[in-house]
């Protein structure tokens, strides 16, 4: 008996023996691993392999921060795919790659920005970063601008992948402020002439203007035509039923047809004159002036603000006139021109 329980002993330290062994050699060889290698993760990203990371729970964090920013008028970030990581070991001298991994995926990505443009009649004037500021852009050109001209501001929402070329508010409101500006004086000066007119009008009648056969840079004014119709005279025209030669041009159409003002202006004349009968005249910038005449019915006044294309009296046969017709006179600088050197060409 005793000479197995010696046995048993025996071997119980021989096992514990190989056992320290093992696990000395285990911390060895660990510490000399450890002091040649580090751990790290070596980093895939769209099939391009971008070399090691040291921590990837700290670049996943840095890649949702990313994704998550909305600074900037940045709406969504998009990323195709995730880098993946592989555990390795690697050799202590061997420098991680950390921002060239974060660049990278900030390179590929899609970023959709967000922001507001403002337009005047109908185009874009700026860019800016808030709702807000463009509301409150609007409110405050309205309050300065509105009662004297129309202020044809309108905000809209614009998603793009280009980077925004946003203004701050005070630069927004500078530049269409002056541009306000701009118009409200040419307003101000064009009523000013508006009334001037109207007492030559008023007191001289309209069939003043002498007449130009040449064709006359108007400008930068565009004209629309007043009704369709037939031409039934031309400009020039002599004939029995007039004083002088025809400084207009006579359009056919029926009795009560809305005439169209050719653009933009102010309403200088609206009353009667024996040959002109019902007449209405416009100025309008670049001293050009139109008349139209022998109307049925006036819808305007004098000194009334109008826009291109507004019906401002019907087609008519009042005064010196034979039938149904809207006699239309373009004048520059007080001299009749050839309507038909610029509309029913
Ligand atoms: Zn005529």
Redesign the pocket.
Known sequence: MKAIFRGIKHYTKLLFKLAFIIILGVIIISIGLLIKYKPAFEVTFLEENLGYVSNKYEVEEEINNYVDNKENCIADVELSERPQYNFKLISNSEQTNEEGVLSKVADTAIVTYRMFAIKLNGEVRDYVESLEEAEELVASMQKEYGEEINVDLTIEEVYTKEIPEVVAIETAKAEIGEELGVKLQQKLELKEEALAFTKVYTSRGANVSRMSKSVVDLGDIDLIEPVKGTIS?RFGAISSIRPSA?K?L?IATANGTGIKVVADGIVTFAGWDKYYGNYVMVLHKNGIETCY?HCSKLYVEAGEEVKQGDIIAAVGSTGNSTGNHL?LEIRKDGVALNPLHYLYK
């Open positions: 005279s025809h207009g006579d005449a006699h």
